[in-house]
C-alpha cells in the first residue's frame, strides 16, 4: 500500500469511498458540494489516498490546516481494507505532511448513540491515535449525532 496525495484521476475512487458510508454519513455521490470538496482539497494538495496494486482506493483523506488548527475533514476506508491499518497509514502521512505543533488536530466524528459509532469504530480508532472526547458537534446531514475528537500537538 502507497499514501500519496490525490489526483484529479482518483475522484472517481473518493465516490466510490463515499458511496460506502453514505447510510452514515448521509449523502455524498450526489452532492455536488461533495465533489467540489474533493476537488478543491485535490487541488491544494491536502488530499490523501491510500493506494494498491488492486482495484480501488483502500482509502481517502481530506485535511484542513490554519495552524495552530488542523482538521481531519473527512477520512473514509474501504469496507474490504478496514482493520488493515490503512486509517492509520493515512493518518500518519496528514500529520506527516501537514501539521507543525504547537496546535490541535480535530476531527468530527459520531456521536456516542449514532449507530455507526460502534459498527465504523470510528471512536475506538481515534482514541487509539490519542484524540479525547470533546464537545458534542452538530448533527450530521443524516441527522445523527456528532461529538469533536482532538489531539493536542506538541511543538514540532
Do not use: C
Request: proline share 7%; net charge positive; glycine share 12%.
Amino acid at each position: 500500500m502507497i499514501v500519496r496525495l490525490a489526483r484529479e484521476g482518483d475522484v472517481p475512487g473518493f465516490l466510490r469511498l463515499a458511496a460506502e458510508v453514505e447510510h452514515w454519513f448521509g449523502p455524498m455521490v450526489e452532492n455536488p458540494a461533495f465533489h467540489e470538496a474533493v476537488h478543491e482539497q485535490i487541488r491544494r494538495s491536502t488530499a490523501l489516498v491510500a493506494d494498491s496494486s488492486g482495484p480501488g482506493l483502500r482509502g481517502g483523506l481530506l485535511f484542513g490546516a490554519k495552524p495552530p488548527a488542523y482538521h481531519v475533514h473527512w477520512l473514509v476506508v474501504a469496507e474490504r481494507a478496514r482493520g488493515q491499518g490503512v486509517g492509520r497509514s493515512l493518518m500518519a502521512e496528514a500529520t506527516h505532511r501537514f501539521v507543525r505543533g504547537p496546535g490541535t488536530l480535530e476531527v468530527v466524528t459520531f456521536g456516542a448513540d449514532h449507530p455507526g459509532a460502534l459498527a465504523s469504530g470510528a471512536r475506538v480508532f481515534y482514541e487509539r491515535l490519542g484524540f479525547t472526547p470533546a464537545e458534542s458537534a452538530a448533527p450530521g446531514p443524516e441527522g445523527g449525532s456528532r461529538q469533536v475528537y482532538r489531539r493536542i500537538i506538541a511543538r514540532a
